[in-house]
């Protein structure tokens, strides 16, 4: 079998596996990208069952996804809590700690995770890193009116920023579904995955980081024919 099948494979046993984890939940948060995409397909597999709960969405992609199933999904801004939030990952680290906003998500991803009760990432094994940044960059959704700003900053920093480029369908840079633009930032290797987050965090222009530092609860590693469950003993907020 070739290595994108062993991939698909390990992403759809992770995102079967996270449906045991909404099965009490009221409301639901649901994230972006290629292995959420298999979540909803197997929520529309299992049909009936989640017709009663509420589901809200890091994206206009996965507002029309599970639209097209028949789920009731209401707008972030009308939703107070959530139960559980089902999301993948880029990178994930030993201590649970990701890169994520490959889909250019990630300030909402941020929000839905932060306000969940529970924060479930379901991932294929080639996710697992030793440390974050080996094979993706720090995505930033920035605030157009500070886009040179921001990115002058950071290349003084040296942190190698690129602004991220639509390739199709559209002329110019990756426009978020908050209206940001994305940096993506190439910090030196060996970073300090918490000091970035704080120096980048706090950048006026900057509206959030795709460094999501203790906020998983679980991480469901899909493998081709099994799962490992990880899980965060303390949660830091
Ligand atoms: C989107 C994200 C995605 O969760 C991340 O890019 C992983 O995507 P995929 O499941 O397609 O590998 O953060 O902003």
Redesign the pocket.
Known sequence: MSVGGDVNKA?LNAARKAVEFITDAEVIGV???????MFIKILSELGSDFRDKVFTA??IDTVLKLSDIGLKVLHPASIERIDVYV????EVDRDLNMI???????TL?KILTYYSSKRIFI??HT?LVSHLGEKHPV?IDVQPYALRMVYSYLLRQGYNPKIRYSVKGKYGPVISDIGGVIIDVYPPKDFDPQELERELASLPGVIET?LFIGLADYVIVGYEDRVNVLKREVRSM
Do not use: F, N, Q, Y
């Open positions: 992403k994230g972006t990208g290629s292995t959420v995409e890091s994206s999301d993948s990952a880029d994520k906003g490959g889909g250019a998500a990630l991803e991932v294929d996710k995505p795709g």
